[in-house]
């Protein structure tokens, strides 16, 4: 299968600051790819060039079958955009933009009136459509923008945190919405720092730290590759001097991966492969329990837990960040 979205290689500098380093991946109709990363990991970089509004130094980006450096006019016939700052001029009402937008996008004139009262009826904003838009709600501006990016029938919808502001009840309804689009065969590349919204919709997470693509691949499998269980253990409840080397220790030689320091806990942490025991068999809190009493240590707290996309994200961005 063709990719709607391909991008290969891509490398952007700006003087001395790499925003992307040889960036890599693809996405498919009906797939949803999230973008995770910080500010500064590259993110609206690879959204502007994907959009046409910069040009890589190196690689390719190509939207079904054009090259946006090649033929951009044809590139942008192919993509939606709703960006995490909303376009909506408030003073109009929501059907006066909707037909505003289908101009933009050349929509044939006979065919305007007939999209976009289809549209809003979809995003539940028909008995709103003739109210100005600065009455809205956040989540119905937040739809109002989503419809209008739809106004084409792209292949590719690209957001940029889209449910940044919004409650919970509003992210959920828009959510649905994306789920929607991508049962229909819409593929969707979601920007956003939120790891539930990615757990949610991401088909495949992209990792990115300081330019560079730290994973790419389903979410549940970036946290098997991480370990079966998260373990950690603190002396203390706050960060005290010392505490991290003496805890290094007591884990001994423990298979698996530390975790990032976070420095508002006191906690150190460890991945820990599927199927792994102590030697001495018996499981690893009873382990840690007695190598700490042998040691003289007193155990603060214990807790095992299951990887999250959080968990694989700090871990797979941790040596690019310069977190251990």
Same mark, same amino acid.
């Given at each position: 299968?063709?990719?709607?979205?391909?991008?290969?290689?891509?490398?952007?500098?700006?003087?001395?600051?790499?925003?992307?380093?040889?960036?890599?991946?693809?996405?498919?109709?009906?797939?949803?790819?999230?973008?995770?990363?910080?500010?500064?990991?590259?993110?609206?970089?690879?959204?502007?060039?994907?959009?046409?509004?910069?040009?890589?130094?190196?690689?390719?980006?190509?939207?079904?079958?054009?090259?946006?450096?090649?033929?951009?006019?044809?590139?942008?016939?192919?993509?939606?955009?709703?960006?995490?700052?909303?376009?909506?001029?408030?003073?109009?009402?929501?059907?006066?933009?909707?037909?505003?937008?289908?101009?933009?996008?050349?929509?044939?004139?006979? @065919?305007?009136?007939?999209?976009?009262?289809?549209?809003?009826?979809?995003?539940?904003?028909?008995?709103?459509?003739?109210?100005?838009?600065?009455?809205?709600?956040?989540?119905?501006?937040?739809?109002?923008?989503?419809?209008?990016?739809?106004?084409?029938?792209?292949?590719?919808?690209?957001?940029?945190?889209?449910?940044?502001?919004?409650?919970?009840?509003?992210?959920?309804?828009?959510?649905?919405?994306?789920?929607?689009?991508?049962?229909?065969?819409?593929?969707?590349?979601?920007?956003?720092? @939120?790891?539930?919204?990615?757990?949610?919709?991401?088909?495949?997470?992209?990792?990115?730290?300081?330019?560079?693509?730290?994973?790419?691949?389903?979410?549940?499998?970036?946290?098997?590759?991480?370990?079966?269980?998260?373990?950690?253990?603190?002396?203390?409840?706050?960060?005290?001097?010392?505490?991290?080397?003496?805890?290094?220790?007591?884990?001994?030689?423990?298979?698996?991966?530390?975790?990032?320091?976070?420095?508002?806990?006191?906690?150190?942490?460890?991945?820990?492969?599927?199927?792994?025991?102590?030697?001495?068999?018996? @499981?690893?809190?009873?382990?840690?329990?007695?190598?700490?009493?042998?040691?003289?240590?007193?155990?603060?707290?214990?807790?095992?837990?299951?990887?999250?996309?959080?968990?694989?994200?700090?871990?797979?961005?941790?040596?690019?960040?310069?977190?251990?």
């Amino acid at each position: 299968m063709t990719p709607v979205l391909d991008i290969k290689n891509a490398r952007k500098a700006y003087s001395e600051i790499l925003a992307l380093n040889n960036v890599s991946f693809s996405i498919e109709a009906s797939q949803i790819v999230t973008l995770l990363g910080p500010n500064g990991a590259g993110k609206s970089t690879l959204i502007r060039s994907i959009s046409t509004l910069e040009t890589l130094d190196e690689g390719t980006i190509t939207i079904g079958e054009f090259d946006v450096c090649e033929n951009p006019s044809r590139s942008r016939e192919q993509f939606g955009y709703a960006g995490q700052d909303s376009a909506l001029d408030k003073v109009l009402t929501g059907h006066e933009f909707m037909r505003f937008q289908a101009g933009l996008v050349h929509l044939k004139k006979g @065919d305007i009136i007939a999209r976009v009262d289809e549209l809003l009826e979809r995003f539940k904003l028909t008995d709103a459509a003739h109210r100005a838009i600065e009455t809205y709600s956040g989540g119905m501006k937040r739809r109002l923008d989503l419809a209008a990016s739809l106004m084409h029938n792209p292949k590719l919808l690209i957001l940029d945190e889209p449910s940044s502001g919004l409650d919970y009840e509003s992210r959920r309804e828009l959510w649905k919405l994306l789920l929607e689009l991508k049962r229909e065969g819409t593929a969707i590349l979601l920007a956003t720092h @939120d790891f539930e919204e990615a757990e949610v919709l991401a088909d495949k997470a992209v990792l990115m730290a300081k330019g560079n693509l730290c994973g790419f691949a389903p979410p549940q499998e970036l946290c098997d590759d991480l370990g079966e269980w998260i373990i950690g253990v603190s002396l203390s409840p706050h960060p005290r001097e010392g505490d991290r080397e003496q805890l290094a220790d007591l884990f001994g030689a423990a298979p698996g991966k530390v975790m990032p320091e976070n420095p508002q806990f006191a906690e150190y942490a460890m991945a820990l492969p599927a199927n792994t025991k102590p030697d001495s068999g018996g @499981d690893w809190s009873d382990y840690l329990t007695q190598r700490a009493a042998t040691k003289g240590l007193k155990i603060h707290g214990l807790a095992m837990r299951r990887p999250t996309l959080a968990d694989a994200y700090l871990a797979s961005t941790c040596e690019v960040n310069n977190e251990l």
